[in-house]
């Protein structure tokens, strides 16, 4: 357990945590140190001494509308992650300023819900097949990796929406693992941000191979994609239509940049949520129960497709209490561009402030019985009984993300077309552990069998 030390700070209270208490545990176990934080916490703001690093956390549904929406221009995406971050996507759609704001206004229609209403017969067929491809290795193979299957799934899918179908499904294999591979390599950048990128660092090796990988994926795509351009919706054609922040069109390294951002909220971090969602159901056979039901009575044995998808209202309620309990993103750091109070207590100027997803949706005081994975608690209504931040997934303010109706038809497309065929077994009896990368992803490879229906 850690020590903390209470400090008055006007109306509010600042819970300090010491260096001697929190980094050895933090460099064992840094989710369960970060966890054990947030309930001695418990909602106050906590000042972590990290030695040259001290940052401010916040957890509070009102604290976190604060720095992200209500006095958000002071608080911008600098240092800790987004340093290391920016080596892999770039300045634009991952970054702050005009080269973002011209990258999200490029990228909007693709996100759209018009668009994606448009795409969905596509998506549709795309899953379905991506799903009879599992079949056929699940009959051939005892057990398989789900953390694996969900991104070879949620790949299909991207290869429609951002590449048009010009990746090879082996290419985007490839650009998987290599994303992959490279989120997990910023864990140790991430705790240390004072160490100058020369000092050499565990995961440095590992990132410069996946960055390599990336390059060479994406070059030769987006360079044919120009010399042969189709004039679709699909990322790639947007981002060669577009214009960065001085007009010109974008380079061929800021369309693989922001390919690379958005290929990392799109796969990497819906692959995650998918296999968390497998977990949980596990957990609570009576929610997957209910669950099958309602594919059975919405989709019975044809393929999801466009009907279904407003009609999955339980299945929107499962994915969004499996969002709550395993927020993909567990940290997310601004730094104060100039002194400010945020409930009494104050925030110099420069000062790293990390607002936290994760601990924010295992609060008590806003969620009863937080630990426990029930669904009920976004059945129509009870949003009114929260706050408007005490859920958030996808962020919130100007960088909440664009492809947050994407990934909720696109996992409940996944989802039915999954249980109508399969009932999905994961071992409850042998606990998955979570583990921080950039991602909060499960410690281990996590294996699965499917049974047919």
Partial sequence: MLDSTEIPARESRLVTFPFHRIVPRLLRDPLAAFEDIGRRADGSIARLDLGPFRPYLVTRPEHVQHVLRDNAANYPRRGMMWEPFSRLVGDGIAGEG?????????????FAGRHITALLDEMAATVDEAVADLAGRAARQQTLDLGLEMTRIV?????????????????????????????MSFLWRMMMP??????????????????????????????????????????VSLLLRG??????????RQVRDDIVG???????????????????????????????????????????????VRQLRYTTMVLNESLRIHSV????????????????????????????????????????????????????GRARERHPLAHLPFGAGVHECLGQHFFMVEAALIVAAVLRRFRPVVDPAVPVRAQASLTVRPARPVSFTLRPR
């Fill in 98 to 110: 005009e080269a973002w704001a011209a990258s999200r206004a490029t990228l909007q229609p693709a």
């Fill in 155 to 183: 790949q299909r899918v991207l290869n429609l929406v951002f590449f048009g179908g010009r990746i090879r499904l082996e290419d985007a294999d490839r650009l998987g693992t290599a994303v992959s591979t490279a989120m």
């Fill in 194 to 235: 004072f160490v100058p990128l020369t000092v050499p660092m565990p995961g440095d090796r590992a990132f410069r191979r996946s960055t390599r990988t990336v390059e060479e994926i994406l070059g030769p795509i987006v360079a044919e994609a120009r010399r042969s351009p189709t004039g679709g919706g699909d990322v």
């Fill in 243 to 252: 214009t960065g922040a001085d007009g010109a069109p974008l380079s061929d």
């Fill in 262 to 308: 958005l290929w990392v909220a799109g796969s990497e971090s819906t692959a995650v949520a998918l296999t968390w969602l497998w977990v949980n159901l596990a957990a609570r056979p009576d929610v997957a129960d209910r669950l099958y039901r309602e594919i059975d009575e919405v989709v019975g044995t044809d393929a999801p497709g466009r009907d279904h």
């Fill in 329 to 380: 993103g567990w940290v997310v750091p601004r730094t104060s561009a100039a002194e400010d109070v945020i409930d009494g207590v104050p925030m110099p100027a420069g000062a790293t402030v990390l607002v936290s997803p994760y601990l924010t949706h295992r609060l008590p005081a806003v969620w009863e019985d937080p630990l426990t994975f029930d669904p009920e608690r976004f059945a129509p």
